[in-house]
């Protein structure tokens, strides 16, 4: 067997051949099956795009149709899961909530027809469907109130803004939000659909594949940054603090939250369109005074470590604009949840076409050959 040599984050490994996103880190470009996301954000919405990953090509105007059609009636949740969601403590953080449930969705739906398209179609339109309805649902529950029905007339976006504000969003936030889904909804290799690959190739149903990915999702190294990015703008509290603040972590060898990216070694692509985006809302809205340190803090970022390729990431300007939005800092990252499940369900569909089970090696740097000692010698 070749024996190739240990990298740690497996970076620059190939754990996949795959069709469906690109990146490319150097030029700052990343494309779905081939369009440019700038495209995707300026022409489709999350739902059409969903269907590009997922089947690989844009959808005809009636597949669209009947699309968005299965999705909208699949928004409900089975009061089981909601009564189950009724007993998880509302300190819990909505991302270990979210994970309970997408697994929990798993027992209604036990079956494992992986080869059967019907199945496919059917858990894809479940799952994109009711994890907006579980996010919703857990931020109403834990406020103590009940959770809001679907409204079958609002579009996807305006339907989960709604059952989290309780009333109808302003048109140009829904809009705004839409963008936002599809510019989270996928991104190559990364840790969480890696697990979504990991978990979809022991055979297992796409409920588990999406929780284990959820879970992945949520660390601060990864989708998390988002909410300690707006903590960190919080502490640094004004712009004469941007630089002092920033001298101090790097002196103590701390990461700067939403800054830096294994594969972009210029501004992600998808900062510079959440950026445009967090403009407009203000521009409509009024300001946020952390918009004037974030600037500020991606200019003195960028003269401080853009010869190491560190700019900003996704995550740096995707919390002002949930933040304008009156979305709770501890969303944002079920929010990227909501729109990565239609990443990894691309995914799990490319991994099942031609699956063999991952199993990687290691580097053994263990003991050998150590005798057992007996307890009471201990
Ligand atoms: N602040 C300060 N220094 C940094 C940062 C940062 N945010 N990111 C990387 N570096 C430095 C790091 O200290 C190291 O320096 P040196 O070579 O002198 O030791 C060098 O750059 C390489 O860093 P690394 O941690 O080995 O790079 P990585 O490819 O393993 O990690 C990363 C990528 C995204 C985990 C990392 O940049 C990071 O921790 N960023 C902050 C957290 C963050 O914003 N995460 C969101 C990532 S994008 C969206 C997502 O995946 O969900």
């Not at 999406?210 to 004004?238: F, W």
């Not at 445009?276 to 401080?304: C, H, T």
């Amino acid at each position: 067997m070749m024996v190739c040599e240990y990298k740690p984050g497996l970076e620059g490994i190939p754990a996949a051949q795959s069709s469906i996103s690109y990146v490319d880190g150097q030029k700052g470009i990343l494309e779905y099956r081939g369009i440019r996301i700038e495209e995707l954000a300026a022409k489709s919405t999350f739902l059409e795009t969903a269907y590009l990953l997922i089947w690989g090509e844009l959808p005809s105007k009636e597949e669209l149709k009947a699309f968005e059609e299965e999705v909208r009636l699949h928004r409900r949740i089975k009061y089981r899961i909601r009564d189950m969601m009724k007993s998880f403590p509302e300190s819990g953080h909505p991302m270990d909530a979210l994970q309970a449930s997408a697994a929990a969705l798993g027992l209604f739906y036990s079956l494992r027809d992986l080869h059967n398209p019907a199945y496919i179609r059917d858990s894809v339109v479940r799952l994109i469907a009711t994890i907006p309805t579980m996010v919703a649902a857990f931020q109403l529950m834990r406020k103590g109130n009940d959770p809001v029905k679907p409204r079958d007339d609002l579009d996807y976006s305006a339907n989960f803004l709604y059952m989290l504000n309780e009333k109808e969003p302003d048109a140009l936030a829904a809009k705004i939000f839409d963008i936002c889904l599809i510019l989270h909804v996928e991104h190559t290799m990364n840790a969480s659909t890696f697990s979504a690959r990991v978990t979809a190739s022991t055979l297992t149903d796409p409920y588990a594949v999406v929780a284990s990915a959820v879970g992945t999702l949520g660390g601060p190294l990864h989708g998390g940054a988002n909410e300690e990015v707006i903590q960190m703008l919080e502490e640094i509290g004004s712009v004469e603090n941007v630089r002092p603040y920033v001298e101090e972590r790097l002196q103590n060898k701390q990461k700067l939250m939403g800054f830096g990216h294994r594969v972009y070694k210029v501004k992600d692509p998808r900062a510079i369109i959440l950026q445009e985006l967090a403009e407009q809302l203000f521009d409509k809205f009024g300001g946020d005074k952390y918009y004037d340190i974030a600037q500020e803090m991606e200019r003195v970022v960028e003269e401080k470590l853009g010869h190491k390729g560190i700019y900003p990431n996704v995550d740096f300007y995707s919390g002002l604009v949930y933040r304008k939005m009156g979305i709770p800092t501890d969303l944002f990252t079920p929010i990227f949840a909501i729109a990565r499940v239609a990443g990894w369900l691309a995914h799990w569909k490319e991994q099942l076409a031609e699956n063999r089970i991952f199993r990687p090696t290691q580097v053994y740097n263990g003991k050998h050959e150590v005798p057992y000692t007996p307890l009471e010698q201990r």
